[in-house]
């Protein structure tokens, strides 16, 4: 398992891809998983997102300014969000365990997150890669996909390598992601 550690919009999902075609050459597939594979499951009254704040946003997973200037944003979630934050670490991990190659994006805010991932994962075989990326091009790939909550890449690119541990880091700021994934295929060696 390899879990792809940055801020949003760090260029996590384009490394995973070329990551997955230079590990694929082994005949051995890799899949992707991401938190998006289960937050967009909760129903709207449990989420709160820039322009809806469901009635149970604060027990689910909700978008919070944290600093109007510069913008930066986080997710936080509730109670019912760890729950469902616990299964996908443990989803995942369920699917390593069953002889799976398993490439995750991840975007740790919490020291919580951290811990349960360690708990989840156990005895998996695991390498953490951390994805830096400068704040400056995380903000202008998050204006230009449109896609994204405003400040998140911001936000997180302040929080979520304070966790971690790292078997190799990587910066998407100017260097392919080919050659990025060409790096973390060597390390896997080491």
């Not at 991932?117 to 156990?122: I, P, S, T, V």
């Not at 202008?140 to 541990?165: M, N």
């Amino acid at each position: 398992m390899i879990v792809l550690n940055g801020a949003s919009s760090a260029g996590k999902s384009t490394l995973a891809l070329a990551l997955q075609q230079a590990l694929a050459t082994d005949d051995r597939p890799w899949v992707i998983f991401s938190w998006d594979d289960f937050v967009p499951r909760l129903p709207a009254r449990w989420t709160s997102v820039p322009g809806a704040t469901g009635d149970r946003a604060a027990d689910g997973c909700s978008y919070r300014v944290v600093r109007d200037e510069p913008l930066e944003a986080l997710l936080e979630v509730g109670e019912l969000g760890r729950r469902v934050l616990g299964a996908y670490h443990r989803s995942v991990a369920a699917v390593a365990r069953s002889g799976i190659n398993v490439i995750v994006e991840e975007v740790l805010i919490t020291k919580t997150e951290w811990d349960d991932w360690q708990e989840a994962l156990g005895d998996v075989d695991v390498r953490w890669v951390g994805v830096r990326c400068d704040v400056d091009t995380v903000e202008r790939r998050e204006i230009e996909r449109g896609d994204r909550y405003p400040g998140l890449a911001r936000g997180t690119s302040s929080v979520t390598h304070f966790y971690p541990t790292y078997d190799v880091d990587v910066d998407t700021s100017a260097t392919a992601p080919e050659a990025l994934a060409a790096q973390i295929v060597e390390s896997l060696s080491h």
